[in-house]
Nanobody, 116 residues
Framework: QVQLVESGGGLVQPGGSLRLSCAAS????????MGWHRQAPGNQRELVAR???????LIADYVKGRFTISKDSAKDTVYLQMNNLEPEDTAVYYC??????????WGQGTQVTVSS
Protein backbone atom coordinates (compact mmCIF):
# COMPACT_ATOMS: atom_id res chain seq x y z
CA GLN A 1 0.00 0.00 0.00
CA VAL A 2 1.45 3.32 -1.10
CA GLN A 3 2.01 5.94 1.58
CA LEU A 4 3.04 9.55 1.06
CA VAL A 5 4.74 11.66 3.71
CA GLU A 6 5.00 15.39 3.09
CA SER A 7 7.25 17.90 4.77
CA GLY A 8 8.57 21.42 4.35
CA GLY A 9 5.53 23.60 4.87
CA GLY A 10 5.46 26.57 7.20
CA LEU A 11 5.16 30.31 7.55
CA VAL A 12 7.12 32.52 5.18
CA GLN A 13 7.08 36.20 4.31
CA PRO A 14 6.02 37.40 0.87
CA GLY A 15 8.89 37.01 -1.55
CA GLY A 16 10.34 34.13 0.41
CA SER A 17 10.94 30.52 -0.57
CA LEU A 18 9.99 27.07 0.64
CA ARG A 19 10.71 23.59 -0.59
CA LEU A 20 8.16 20.87 -0.06
CA SER A 21 9.14 17.21 -0.07
CA CYS A 22 6.99 14.14 -0.54
CA ALA A 23 8.44 10.71 0.11
CA ALA A 24 6.60 7.67 -1.21
CA SER A 25 6.81 4.13 0.07
CA UNK A 26 5.11 0.83 -0.72
CA UNK A 27 4.20 -0.10 -4.29
CA UNK A 28 5.96 2.84 -5.91
CA UNK A 29 7.11 0.68 -8.83
CA UNK A 30 3.68 1.31 -10.37
CA UNK A 31 4.06 5.09 -10.23
CA UNK A 32 2.94 6.91 -13.36
CA UNK A 33 3.23 10.43 -11.99
CA MET A 34 3.61 12.40 -8.79
CA GLY A 35 2.62 15.95 -8.12
CA TRP A 36 1.25 18.64 -5.89
CA HIS A 37 -2.18 20.13 -5.49
CA ARG A 38 -3.27 22.88 -3.15
CA GLN A 39 -6.47 23.92 -1.49
CA ALA A 40 -7.14 27.28 0.10
CA PRO A 41 -10.12 27.83 2.44
CA GLY A 42 -13.33 28.07 0.45
CA ASN A 43 -11.62 27.00 -2.76
CA GLN A 44 -11.47 23.76 -4.69
CA ARG A 45 -8.32 21.71 -4.76
CA GLU A 46 -6.22 22.69 -7.76
CA LEU A 47 -3.24 21.20 -9.53
CA VAL A 48 0.02 23.05 -8.94
CA ALA A 49 2.56 20.80 -10.60
CA ARG A 50 3.06 17.23 -11.74
CA UNK A 51 6.01 15.21 -12.93
CA UNK A 52 5.71 12.01 -14.90
CA UNK A 53 7.90 8.96 -14.49
CA UNK A 54 9.74 10.07 -17.63
CA UNK A 55 10.76 13.24 -15.82
CA UNK A 56 8.56 15.54 -17.87
CA UNK A 57 7.09 18.30 -15.71
CA LEU A 58 3.84 20.20 -15.81
CA ILE A 59 3.56 23.52 -13.99
CA ALA A 60 0.28 25.38 -13.61
CA ASP A 61 0.26 28.73 -15.39
CA TYR A 62 -0.46 30.66 -12.23
CA VAL A 63 2.81 29.55 -10.59
CA LYS A 64 4.95 29.16 -13.68
CA GLY A 65 8.24 30.97 -13.32
CA ARG A 66 8.07 30.78 -9.52
CA PHE A 67 7.57 27.07 -8.76
CA THR A 68 9.50 24.09 -10.03
CA ILE A 69 8.96 20.38 -9.53
CA SER A 70 11.65 17.74 -9.44
CA LYS A 71 12.13 14.19 -8.27
CA ASP A 72 14.77 11.91 -6.88
CA SER A 73 13.87 8.48 -8.21
CA ALA A 74 16.42 6.77 -5.98
CA LYS A 75 14.60 8.15 -2.94
CA ASP A 76 11.06 7.93 -4.40
CA THR A 77 10.71 11.57 -3.46
CA VAL A 78 9.23 14.53 -5.29
CA TYR A 79 10.01 18.14 -4.48
CA LEU A 80 8.22 21.42 -5.03
CA GLN A 81 10.50 24.43 -4.95
CA MET A 82 8.45 27.57 -4.36
CA ASN A 83 10.12 30.94 -4.87
CA ASN A 84 8.84 34.49 -4.68
CA LEU A 85 5.87 33.35 -2.66
CA GLU A 86 2.76 35.48 -2.55
CA PRO A 87 -0.06 35.64 0.02
CA GLU A 88 -2.29 34.03 -2.61
CA ASP A 89 -0.14 30.91 -2.40
CA THR A 90 -1.37 30.29 1.13
CA ALA A 91 -3.04 26.89 1.16
CA VAL A 92 -2.72 23.30 2.26
CA TYR A 93 -0.49 21.55 -0.22
CA TYR A 94 -1.19 17.90 -0.97
CA CYS A 95 1.13 15.43 -2.59
CA UNK A 96 -0.37 12.99 -5.09
CA UNK A 97 0.81 9.75 -6.62
CA UNK A 98 -0.93 8.34 -9.67
CA UNK A 99 -0.29 4.75 -10.63
CA UNK A 100 -0.70 3.03 -13.99
CA UNK A 101 -4.08 1.75 -12.95
CA UNK A 102 -5.36 5.28 -12.57
CA UNK A 103 -5.46 5.15 -8.79
CA UNK A 104 -4.53 8.39 -7.03
CA UNK A 105 -3.07 8.33 -3.55
CA TRP A 106 -2.93 11.52 -1.47
CA GLY A 107 -0.67 12.69 1.29
CA GLN A 108 -2.00 14.19 4.49
CA GLY A 109 -1.25 17.76 3.40
CA THR A 110 1.14 20.40 4.63
CA GLN A 111 0.21 23.99 5.43
CA VAL A 112 1.93 26.83 3.61
CA THR A 113 1.22 30.32 4.92
CA VAL A 114 2.60 33.40 3.22
CA SER A 115 2.21 36.45 5.42
CA SER A 116 4.15 39.38 6.75
Amino acid sequence: QVQLVESGGGLVQPGGSLRLSCAASGGVFQTYAMGWHRQAPGNQRELVARIWNTGSPLIADYVKGRFTISKDSAKDTVYLQMNNLEPEDTAVYYCELVNYGGLTVWGQGTQVTVSS
